[in-house]
């Protein structure tokens, strides 16, 4: 069965900052990968997604995302972060059913932004 | 606006007690899901459905139940057999495609009193 590791449960970082969110996920083909981000008490937003083509993918809001099939990991980046961004951020493997996606989620990073 | 409806966004349960929370698209899409958020545990899938009237359980079915009547519609019953109700719950829907994006409702905070 597929799975999703994220093994940093939080994260601070000063505002201006660069960022990197890991994430490894463990599929038996090549995996359709997604990365989340929820606001506190909200529903998720989609930020990018990688299923074929270039490994370096861009989203919305300046991240971008790296997958490396040797490492098994689709890590999240951003240059520079910004007050805005503190939420959490979740990374998700989907495993086709009938042409659909379902999907298998991390455990989430709470990113922290300071001044 | 096209979208994912959710409601209530807060609902209160005494123990013993059965309750439903409300999802509902105007997406056109196949398929819904219903997903329980806790602290620190992600989303864990609880019922899946591509169909209306045909519906899988999920990772964490024990004590839901769902039903799929229209295309629009997937309702989650929390019963009382689900010994701890106490969450966050989330349903989402997606388009017939490899690689679609999921799209999310707003979530029901679910507090069993």
């Known amino acids: ?115 | 606006d096209g979208g994912i409806t959710q409601s209530p966004k807060y609902l209160f349960r005494k123990e013993g007690q059965n309750v439903t929370l409300s999802c509902e698209q105007n997406l056109n899409h196949d398929a819904m899901y219903w997903y329980r958020q806790d602290p620190g545990q992600g989303l864990r899938l609880i019922y899946y459905s591509q169909i209306v009237n045909d519906f899988q359980k999920g990772d964490i079915a024990e004590g839901y139940s769902v039903s799929r009547e229209k295309k629009e519609s997937f309702p989650l019953t929390v019963t009382s057999a689900q010994k701890n109700p106490t969450a966050f719950y989330l349903c989402a829907s997606t388009p017939r495609a490899a690689g679609a994006e999921a799209f999310f409702g707003q979530g029901t905070r679910l507090t069993v009193v």
């Open chain 1, 1 to 115: 069965a597929q799975s999703v590791t994220q093994p940093d449960i939080h994260i601070t970082v000063s505002e201006g900052a660069s960022l990197e969110l890991r994430c490894n996920y463990s599929y038996g083909a090549t995996p359709y990968l997604f990365w989340y981000v929820q606001s506190p008490g909200q529903g998720l937003q989609l930020l990018l997604k990688y299923f074929s083509g270039d490994t370096l993918v861009q989203g919305i809001k300046g991240f971008e995302a790296e997958f490396k099939r040797s490492q098994s990991s689709f890590n999240l980046r951003k240059p520079s972060v910004h007050w805005s961004d503190a939420a959490e951020y979740f990374c998700a493997v989907g495993d086709s059913f009938g042409g659909n996606e379902k999907l298998t989620f991390g455990t989430g990073t709470r990113l922290t932004i300071i001044p």
